[in-house]
T-cell receptor, first 116, second 113 residues
Framework: DQQVKQNSPSLSVQEGRISILNCDYT??????FLWYKKYPAEGPTFLIS?????DKNEDGRFTVFLNKSAKHLSLHIVPSQPGDSAVYFC???????????????FGKGTKLSVIP | ETGVTQSPTHLIKTRGQQVTLRCSSQ?????VSWYQQALGQGPQFIFQ???????GRGNFPPRFSGLQFPNYSSELNVNALELDDSALYLC????????????FGSGTQLSVL
């Protein structure tokens, strides 16, 4: 039973255009969401996060949107650059309802390819 | 400031054997988590250690065990290896200041034959 779903295994975007990566979740206890980026042969690196009390968080070219009623979040990258080509993981935690550990539930990832 | 380091980077074992993976956390971090990433899947939470005690465990059998040492480094031990244990094992460190913004190592690729 996948609690965090990334239904698009891959996405190709032209350099300079917008990349939109989507994520859905089923567990209502999730209250904190993160995006991680992973290059081959490296561990995931934190990109951006959002608390359930917000609906938008922006950091430079990266913006995360949260729609709690739809249990859906998305990551927008504008403008996309070739160096953004990587696997992007959506992750969620039950920060205020869990046992106190920073346990993350990850999606399967979306491989983004930015074409020059 | 040193990042999270894991050893070894690659390992080949046969079914039934035991394996120990090691992790040094980022300086200043006192919490270590272990994740298993099977091919084509996202990382799956195994367990977490805080102040040398297990502080949260995912849906993994008891043959997966761990330790955290006073310097906050950690080990993951897997007994009676099965073919399905073949995966990338990721260690992540954190602290109260960074919370869920985990800092991951590059992982240990374990192959069970």
């Amino acid at each position: 039973d996948q609690q965090v779903k990334q239904n698009s295994p891959s996405l190709s975007v032209q350099e300079g255009r917008i990349s939109i990566l989507n994520c859905d979740y089923t567990n209502s206890m999730f209250d904190y969401f993160l995006w991680y980026k992973k290059y081959p042969a490296e561990g995931p690196t934190f990109l951006i996060s959002i608390s359930s009390i917000k609906d938008k968080n922006e950091d430079g070219r990266f913006t995360v949107f949260l729609n709690k009623s739809a249990k859906h979040l998305s990551l927008h990258i504008v403008p996309s650059q070739p160096g953004d080509s990587a696997v992007y993981f959506c992750a969620a935690s039950a920060r205020y309802s869990g046992a106190g550990s920073y346990q993350l539930t990850f999606g399967k990832g979306t491989k983004l390819s930015v074409i020059p | 400031e040193t990042g999270v380091t894991q050893s070894p980077t690659h390992l080949i074992k046969t079914r039934g054997q035991q394996v120990t993976l090691r992790c040094s956390s980022q300086s200043g971090h006192n919490t270590v988590s272990w994740y298993q990433q099977a091919l084509g899947q996202g990382p799956q939470f195994i367990f977490q250690y805080y102040r040398e005690e297990e502080n949260g465990r995912g849906n993994f059998p008891p043959r997966f065990s761990g330790l955290q040492f006073p310097n906050y480094s950690s080990e993951l031990n897997v007994n009676a290896l099965e073919l399905d244990d073949s995966a990338l094992y990721l260690c992540a460190s954190s602290s109260r200041q960074v919370g869920e913004k985990l800092f991951f190592g590059s992982g240990t690729q374990l192959s069970v034959l």
